[in-house]
């Protein structure tokens, strides 16, 4: 029994897509970030800080994207998603799995900046210009390093989608046209057919309520 705990477009949508990737049967629990679901009794004995995802995988209970995927990719080898150990890839895939983390906890604070926060309190718009200019330098700097089709030399792996669907989530925040390498990345990302089925399963989302969210005027 494979059954996912999962907010539409969060970062459990990486392990949506990585479980259409290998072809596994599983289960999808949807929840919303913004009704205290995940702050239940039964939710936080699955996930000590409350967050998607979290992965029951036959008996086990896996939480933290990162950690699942390489999970997922060590049970089920024969889907090469992952570079074994004493690979020459093996350190790029295991920084790209960070690396994804780093550009997750930017969104993540630009989310609570820019979506989750209610009036009366006010976004800190300083702490907002950082937020963005610290996320444009993390994607400037992969935009600098692609040279192949995927972030391994040795082909698609499974960080691909850590990172790709950190990625697809900054367009809410940058304009992206101004990394083509990354956007033709993205669109050999988006073309594959498990992305597609993850996509029909993640459900919808109840998160972004606009397109973009600029970087707001002072004062
Ligand atoms: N590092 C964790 C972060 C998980 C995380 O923060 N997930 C967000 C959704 S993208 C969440 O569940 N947020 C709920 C909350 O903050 O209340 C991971 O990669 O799994």
């Known amino acids: 029994m494979i059954r996912l705990h999962h907010v539409p477009l969060a970062r459990s949508f990486r392990v949506l897509w990585l ?19 995940l702050r239940s009794p039964e ?11 979290v992965l029951e995988h036959h008996g086990a209970v896996w939480f933290e994207s990162g950690a699942i ?32 983390e780093t550009v997750g906890c930017l969104l993540e604070s630009l989310n609570l900046n820019l979506v989750f926060l209610r009036p ?27 040279e192949g089709a995927w972030l ?4 698609f792996s499974a960080a691909d989608i850590m990172f790709g669907y950190g990625f697809e989530l900054a367009r809410y925040y940058v304009v992206l046209d101004q990394y083509p390498r990354l956007v033709a ?10 992305y597609d089925r993850a996509k029909a399963r993640n459900g919808k989302q109840d998160i972004y309520t606009r397109d973009f969210y ?5 004062g």
């Open 19 to 37: 479980l259409e990737e290998l072809g596994l049967d599983h289960e999808v629990v949807n929840y919303s970030i913004r009704d205290g679901s």
């Open 43 to 53: 939710f936080l004995a699955l996930s000590p800080a409350g967050r998607v995802p």
């Open 69 to 100: 995927v390489q999970m997922l990719c060590e049970t089920y080898p024969e889907a090469g998603l992952m570079p074994p150990p004493g690979h020459a890839d093996r350190a790029r895939f295991l920084e790209m799995l960070g690396y994804s």
């Open 120 to 146: 009366p309190a006010k976004p800190s718009v300083p702490v907002v210009k950082l937020l963005n200019a610290r996320l444009r330098a993390s994607l400037a700097a992969m935009e600098a390093r692609m």
């Open 152 to 155: 391994l030399p040795s082909g």
């Open 185 to 194: 990345y993205w669109e050999r990302l988006r073309a594959r057919p498990a």
């Open 214 to 218: 600029p970087v707001p005027e002072e």
